[in-house]
């Protein structure tokens, strides 16, 4: 089936936009999407993958859902669009890069400008009911995704993979750790950054080292 994504992306993975899962997946994300609310909106379900084209990852960030409220989502992960007030979870984030790194912590919360850099900025589910969280799991975005990290393992060297939370630990679990970069720590969330699992992790600092010691441009946080 025909899917409107980056070259690079659409070179890689067009042998699974015509897997059975895939084309069912579509079906039920073009019906929800006409017989509900649902976010991101169309034309940004893969903007992940837009803004970052295959051959120029050098970072994956795994978050879970879109967020499901007015105007959040944006289809990238963590991400949300200026306009909207930044969720506990990206504030956490960007604590962290202000203590890690001293960058001030931002009022730009749209994170176009990582994945501009080579941050994919990747949910396991790329689509979701409004006010409905986790209604889109576990019809397909979950095996489309696994295939997405596969790939990136499987194709490319030395990426660094920030794997926060259980999820993302397990989703990531496949990874080549003998040819890549592998971080994890708890989740951003204040259900688990303020238990001790996510401050002072400084991943941000971690992946710059990794970038430049591979002979990579560091990501300006």
Excluded at 14 to 22: A, G, M, T, V, W
Excluded at 43 to 53: L, M, N, P, Q, R
Aim: glycine share 8%; net charge neutral.
């Amino acid at each position: 089936m025909n899917v409107n994504i980056e070259k690079g992306w659409n070179d890689e993975l067009k042998s699974e936009f015509e897997e059975p899962y895939f084309v069912e997946l579509a079906n039920f994300v073009k019906t929800e999407y006409k017989q509900y609310t649902c976010y991101p909106k169309g034309s940004e379900i893969f903007a992940a993958f837009d803004h970052c084209g295959f051959n120029d990852v050098k970072v994956v960030i795994i978050g879970q859902d879109p967020y499901h409220g007015v105007g959040q989502a944006n289809g990238l992960c963590f991400s949300v669009n200026n306009e909207v007030a930044a969720p506990p979870s990206l504030i956490n984030i960007f604590k962290e890069i202000e203590t890690d790194l001293g960058i001030p912590f931002s009022s730009n919360v749209n994170l176009e400008r990582w994945a501009k850099q080579g941050v994919l900025l990747l949910n396991a589910t790329l689509t979701v009911r409004a006010h409905q969280a986790g209604s889109h799991q576990n019809k397909g975005w979950e095996k489309f995704t696994d295939a997405v990290i596969q790939k990136i393992s499987d194709k490319k060297e030395n990426v660094v993979f920030l794997l926060w939370g259980g999820y993302a630990k397990k989703k990531g679990a496949k990874i080549d750790r003998s040819k890549h970069c592998v971080l994890s720590s708890g989740h951003p969330s204040p259900l688990s950054a303020n238990r001790g699992y996510w401050f002072g992790n400084k991943h941000f600092s971690s992946t710059n080292a990794y970038l430049e010691n591979t002979n990579q441009n560091k990501i300006n946080w």
